[in-house]
């Protein structure tokens, strides 16, 4: 059963820094994509940032381009999220999804994403 697992939420003043981290139980993730997305109070969910495990290839939203980092750690099977200059706009439930590879789609087809994690909350206030 493939299964996804967020950590590293917390609060952090403005300006400061958060890594996310997602487990991967149950699937290897070098035959997936993987993305993080997030959900604020009243607002629908969307696509932050998401990773082509097999190639490295990234792609990022605009209101997080140079502030986010995404990457992964194979032999840990698990993908990060560097938040850095942080801010309270950025304040959301932040979670990571899975979905298979394909030719047909960049990583950044948000619709494509099938296999969620909890969720981990992220609030940015001073």
């Known amino acids: 059963q493939l299964q996804l697992v967020e950590s590293g939420g917390g609060s952090v003043q403005p300006g400061g820094s958060l890594r996310l981290a997602c487990a991967a139980a149950?699937?290897?993730?070098?035959?997936?994509?993987i993305g993080w997305f997030r959900q604020a109070p009243g607002r629908e969910r969307e696509g932050v940032s998401c990773?082509?495990?097999?190639?490295?290839?990234?792609n990022y939203a605009d209101y997080v381009k140079g502030r986010f980092t995404i990457s992964s750690d194979s032999a840990k099977n698990t993908v990060y999220l560097q938040m850095n200059s942080l801010k309270p706009e950025d304040t959301a439930v932040y979670y990571c999804?899975?979905?298979?590879?394909?030719?047909?789609?960049?990583?950044?087809?948000?619709?494509?994403?099938?296999?969620w994690g909890q969720g981990t909350q992220v609030t940015v206030s001073s």
């Open positions: 149950g699937f290897t993730l070098e035959n997936y994509v």
């Open positions: 990773l082509e495990i097999s190639d490295g290839d990234t």
């Open positions: 999804a899975a979905a298979s590879r394909s030719i047909f789609y960049g990583c950044d087809t948000w619709r494509r994403y099938n296999t």
